[in-house]
């Protein structure tokens, strides 16, 4: 069988590419890391990773979304099938990008998370971790959403509009989600919940990019 | 080319809570200072440029100001200054 391609994107700053990259591997997929000046989109999978792309100077994602490899795939998903995810730091570089709706905000709070909390997603309950400043999701009209998976909190932890702490747009294959699957994956870290999502990602490519059932 | 000074501010729109605003409302009624306060946090800008006139300086700065120091989605700004200097 076809083995699935995936880049992981490595801005000044990303610091969670090496779990992410061990996790997709661990599925099967094969995987190598890309420069944010990279402007060729050619693979299946393309994940912008969790981290502090450029410091996050003046807002998180501010700067990297101006970055050749973050305006290239607004035309990647044009060109081609590609399944785009944004992980944290990720997902915040999706909304500034207007890539996904939305913005991110600083936690209502006003302090740092760092917990496991419960999610709900596709009819299924299970718990990831979570650790940003800014993950408070913000869109002006929620009927944006309207034809979105929304992966959400049991219990909002940030403020967060209607309890979103991801998004899917499963017409353009884009998801952004502020939990890290990759920090819950491989064993010690049972329960490995991340594979919910890393799973979900690889099934959608192989049925709707490659016909595989 | 003449260059300019601008300097703009940015912050939260109205509408969305900063918790940044929001701590410092609370302190400053615990110390008495005020009962009541309403609070918004922003950045402050200085920016120098060269520009033709200052037209262009007003749109380039307007440019700068919506495409990386704000988000439409959230946040505003104002532009508090803007003068050529020599």
Known sequence: MKKLTANIVKFPGTNCENETLESLEYLGFD????????????????????????????SCGRIAKYSPVVLSLKNATLERKVFILGICNGFQILTEANILPGAILENIG???????VELNFLNRSFSLPIAHHQGRYYIDDIEKLNDFEIIKYKNNPNGSLANIAGLYDKKRYIMGLMPHPERNMITPFKPE???????FIKKTIEKDFYGLV | MRQYLFKIST???????????????????????????????????????FAESLDEAKTKAGELAQNILTNPVIEEYQIIDIKEIQ
Request: proline share 1%.
């Open chain 1, 31 to 58: 995987v190598s890391f890309i420069s944010h000046n990279e402007t060729m989109i050619n693979s299946d999978l393309i994940v912008l990773a969790g981290g502090f792309s450029y410091g996050d100077y003046v």
């Open chain 1, 110 to 116: 006003g302090k740092f998370i760092c917990d496991n």
């Open chain 1, 193 to 199: 919940n991340g594979k919910i999502i890393f799973e």
């Open chain 2, 11 to 49: 912050k939260l729109k109205d509408e969305i809570k900063d918790p940044q605003g929001q701590v410092v409302e609370k302190i400053s009624k615990r110390l008495k200072i005020f009962n009541e306060i309403n609070v918004k946090v922003g950045k402050f800008y200085e920016i120098s440029f």
